[in-house]
């Protein structure tokens, strides 16, 4: 690919990504022509996520240049918006000293974000490096498991006790050095440190000096336990619309809070996971390896390989029907085709459901019946347009009733498997996004072949 070729295509990529074109395009050259002044300049205009984006684009030596030319003004955020790989690949090059500077001027939980990634011997290395009141708060973010509140939440926060005045608040807010950069509330507390209500900033400030805060709060406050999984903690806030919620640990204590942009890039990377995890490919296949990439879709295509011949030993049972009415080999793709592709549609449907715990127990049965009717009624309307089209190309009345029955049949099939399948996986403990793909191509292709072949050996020979 020639460099212009190179050029273009980054440009297309960073305006996607919100780069502009002439951005993307003065920093290449500049960087290919060494004006490292001109690539600091135009690079440190960029905001942290931006920055993120423009060393995803380049390739490793681009990378490593870039990075010798601007790593003083390289925004710390920008390590916790970079893919995985590209990120390592900063990490790495970086060394521990200058990741720690970094680190120290991260968020608490995009510190152990970025930390999380690394091995133990680099997180010790870094972690030496910082003074001691950084250190072990972020260790023990680190010791909290991965997915859960503990991870997600920041330790800076605004508590104050009940009996507090409006301007004792006030005043305490804007004496105390080491509050949180962002807040959208304060928490009331009880002696135990146990939260016992909130006040949004918008009520404090419209509230006189003299009236004591518990006397405005809101009382008995959503908490999040330490452990409770991410996505738990995405649906309540995103369900109760919160724009922060404590977290307390096992005797109650508040200990942390999450904060609604948090969850909102968590509820992002799980519906990209589900996404990607229907697929068999990951978030970061683009920039991974091509030895790591091929060996992680290797699996899952083999185990589509699996299925595949599990399809093809039903056809194998119907060969000899085949070599009589060799039209048969002609139309049977189409009924396992439409029978995947209305089968992908409802599972599609199912898995986000589930995950967003829109589809649960009381209304299973109720999203079943529907997904049958549903799948009826569109193999009916197919059957009809695919057996007056098989019966005007084959001439064969009974041929275009075969197709038509099978297409009926393997609809009705594939809209209760794109249900039915995720919902056995979810209540097994399973990811439906994981298999559940490979689930539905298995029932649709043996259901299509052996509905349409059978009919067709019965009633054609």
Known sequence: MSSQDEIDTDEEMGEARGLTPEMVRTIRIALDEVRN?????????????????????????????????????????????????VRDAVVEMLGPEK??????????????????????????????????????????????????????MQRDFVAVPAYWSMGQVIDHLRLTENLPDEFYGIYVIDPSFVPIGWVPLHRAMRTKRPVQIGEIMDHDPMVFPVGMDVEDVAYQVRQYDLFSAPVVDDSGRMIGVIMVDDVLDIVEEEAEEDLFQISGVKED?????????????????????????????????????????????????????????????????????????????????????????????????????????????????????????????????AGLAGILIPIGLDRAGADPAIS??????????IVGFFAFLGLGAWLLL
């Open 285 to 413: 296949d683009l920039n991974q390896s091509i030895v790591r990439t091929t060996k992680s879709r290797f699996t899952w295509l083999a185990l589509n390989l699996l299925t595949a011949i599990l399809a093809s030993v039903v056809i194998g049972l119907f060969d000899a029907t085949i070599e009589q009415v060799v039209a048969l080999a002609v139309l049977m793709p189409i009924v396992a085709s439409m029978g995947g592709n209305a089968g992908t549609q409802t599972l599609a449907i199912a898995v986000r459901a589930l995950g967003t715990k829109d589809l649960t127990s009381s209304n299973a049965m109720r999203q079943i019946g529907k997904e049958l009717v549903v799948g009826t009624i569109n193999g009916v309307a197919f059957a009809i347009l695919i057996g007056i089209a098989t019966y005007l190309w084959f001439s064969d009345p009974v041929l275009g009733g075969v197709i038509a029955a099978a297409m009926v049949l393997n609809m009705m099939i």
């Open 37 to 85: 002044d001109d690539v600091v300049a135009a690079f440190s205009e960029l905001h942290a996520a931006d920055q993120a984006d423009l060393f995803e684009l380049f390739d490793k030596e681009r990378r490593q240049s870039l990075l010798l030319i601007v790593g003083p003004t390289l925004n710390p955020d920008a390590l916790a918006e970079m893919d995985e790989p």
């Open 436 to 445: 559940s793909a490979v689930f539905l191509t298995t029932v649709t292709d």
């Open 99 to 152: 990741l720690a500077e970094a680190i120290t001027e991260l968020d608490e939980d995009d510190a152990v974000y970025v930390l999380d990634a690394l091995s133990e011997d680099q997180q010790k290395a870094v972690l030496e490096t910082v003074a001691d009141d950084i250190r072990l708060p972020l260790e023990e973010g680190l010791s909290f498991a991965e997915d859960t509140a503990g991870r997600l």
